[in-house]
């Protein structure tokens, strides 16, 4: 019996590979074998939680130079003090609080859902991006949608 789901999964992790994406070949992966394997008795958990578990290992890795001293705290400071470093607080306030509208978003309109994941793995795996877009792409939706 043909799988659609696994025939679109292989292809997009096919599509991450030639494109030397990584992150994202290994991540659709690693949910196949889960897809296919009694392991995947736990997709509802990694539903429900594999978003806050991602992004506590995202701010572990965004935060660590600054727990390792590599970032020291007089660098900090002096952020408060440049404008460049003033305009990337308030952006990184702006996209925080358009992450938040994109959860809102995502889980009170699941139709969105799968046009944004795939418009985030084309975009990782042929632009190089980041797979964190699907929430700022969310969070610009509402916007567009007035949800959220």
Not at 23 to 49: D, G, Y
Not at 96 to 116: E, N
Not at 123 to 146: K, T
Request: hydrophobic share 55%; aromatic share 8%.
């Amino acid at each position: 019996m043909f799988d659609l789901t696994l025939a679109i999964m292989l292809f997009l992790a096919a599509l991450s590979y030639f494109s030397h994406n990584i992150t994202v070949t290994i991540a659709l992966l690693v949910l196949i074998v889960i897809r296919m394997t009694p392991l995947q008795q736990t997709f509802p958990w990694i539903e429900k939680q594999g978003m806050t578990v991602g992004i506590i290992i995202l701010t572990i890795g965004v935060m660590a130079p600054i727990a390792s001293g590599t970032i020291p705290s007089s660098t900090l400071m002096h952020s408060f003090l440049h404008w460049k470093s003033l305009t990337a607080i308030a952006i990184g306030i702006f996209v925080s609080w358009l992450g938040g509208r994109g959860v809102t978003l995502m889980s009170t309109q699941p139709t969105v859902v799968g046009g944004l994941l795939i418009g985030t793995i084309i975009g990782v795996s042929l632009f190089r991006g980041v797979p964190v877009g699907p929430l700022i792409a969310a969070g610009l939706l509402s916007l567009m949608l007035g949800k959220g």
